[in-house]
T-cell receptor, first 117, second 111 residues
Framework: GAVVSQHPSRVICKSGTSVKIECRSL??????MFWYRQFPKQSLMLMAT?????????EQGVEKDKFLINHASLTLSTLTVTSAHPEDSSFYIC?????????????FGSGTRLTVV | EDQVTQSPEALRLQEGESSSLNCSYT??????LFWYRQDPGKGPEFLFT???AGEEKEKERLKATLTKKESFLHITAPKPEDSATYLC????????????FGKGTKLTVNP
């Protein structure tokens, strides 16, 4: 089955530094990748949608200059949290689809727990 | 605005005690409804996709059903390993591939 690898699983960084999270589709080409943020006991909130080779589409209220998304290949998307602050601490999850979601569905990564101190 | 509401927020069952989780939705047009299982500190794991009212799908002790306003996830004779948070999500008509998630139901099955 489709597998999405997300790395790192946990990261602690100092306030003001930047952190990069990688999301890789291991056995399929991901035409579209999604980045979510999840707070404790809350739903997954979509942050942005990215298509290979084009600029990401950000959801309302998400700062595109703070959360940089790059989808340079069909198997890799990255989320960079720039100048991180404690309020950016959260659980970040990526998902990917091969396109034609009705046939292939969405596969999620295992998530990244970001703690900003 | 598209909305997905799951109930109850939390559910405790004894092993073998069957029950149902509810997902009600208000969307402009439904393309698909998804059920996922999420373990603590992990990403969601796919369970089912339902496309039209009246559709049912089964997997082991789980059965998902869909009406025009809601979906149910029935759990028959649950085991402790079924303990997890169950998430419901919808994809709406309009061209976007994004999913709108409910807040989930945290299920605990006691031995």
């Amino acid at each position: 089955g489709a597998v999405v690898s997300q790395h790192p699983s946990r990261v602690i960084c100092k306030s003001g530094t930047s952190v990069k999270i990688e999301c890789r589709s291991l056995d399929f080409q991901a035409t579209t990748m999604f980045w979510y943020r999840q707070f404790p006991k809350q739903s997954l909130m979509l942050m942005a949608t990215s298509n290979e080779g084009s600029k990401a589409t950000y959801e309302q209220g998400v700062e595109k200059d703070k959360f940089l998304i790059n989808h340079a290949s069909l198997t890799l998307s990255t989320l960079t949290v720039t100048s991180a602050h404690p309020e950016d601490s959260s659980f970040y999850i990526c998902s990917a689809t091969q396109g034609g979601w009705a046939n292939y569905g969405y596969t999620f990564g295992s998530g990244t727990r970001l703690t900003v101190v | 605005e598209d909305q997905v509401t799951q109930s109850p927020e939390a559910l405790r069952l004894q092993e073998g005690e069957s029950s149902s989780l509810n997902c009600s939705y208000t969307v402009s047009g439904l393309r698909g409804l998804f059920w996922y299982r999420q373990d603590p500190g992990k990403g969601p794991e796919f369970l089912f996709t339902l496309y039209s009212a009246g559709e049912e799908k089964e997997k082991e002790r789980l059965k998902a059903t869909l009406t025009k306003k809601e979906s149910f996830l029935h759990i028959t004779a649950p085991k402790p390993e079924d303990s997890a948070t169950y998430l419901c999500a919808v994809q709406t008509q309009g061209g976007s591939e994004k999913l709108v998630f409910g807040k989930g139901t945290k299920l605990t099955v006691n031995p």
